[in-house]
């Protein structure tokens, strides 16, 4: 299931992008700073090139790139999220 990152509180979804961007494994020696990286992950999310998919067998909600979500999940989500 794929979530809007709208219907999120401000804290979850800043919890949620921070757990992303400090990953073992995203920093590939990039120094970037904390901020610009969650800047970047909120950004990805507005634009739909990334997505909150909660997973029902491990109960949690990760922050996944558009090209790993299956497209007939895709399709569904954006279809109802641009209706309302």
């Keep these: 299931m794929l979530i809007p990152y709208q219907l999120l509180e401000e804290d979850t979804l800043t ?3 921070e757990d992303f961007v ?5 920093d590939n020696g990039d ?5 610009q990286r969650l ?3 909120r950004r990805a999310l507005e634009k739909h090139q990334a997505f909150i998919r909660f997973d029902p067998d491990s109960q949690q909600c990760v922050l996944c790139p558009k090209h790993s979500i299956p497209t007939e999940l895709l399709a569904e989500f954006l279809t109802q999220t641009t209706d309302n």
């Design 15 to 17: 919890r949620l992008l």
């Design 22 to 26: 400090t990953r073992e494994g995203t």
């Design 31 to 35: 120094e970037t700073p904390l901020a």
């Design 39 to 41: 800047t970047a992950a």
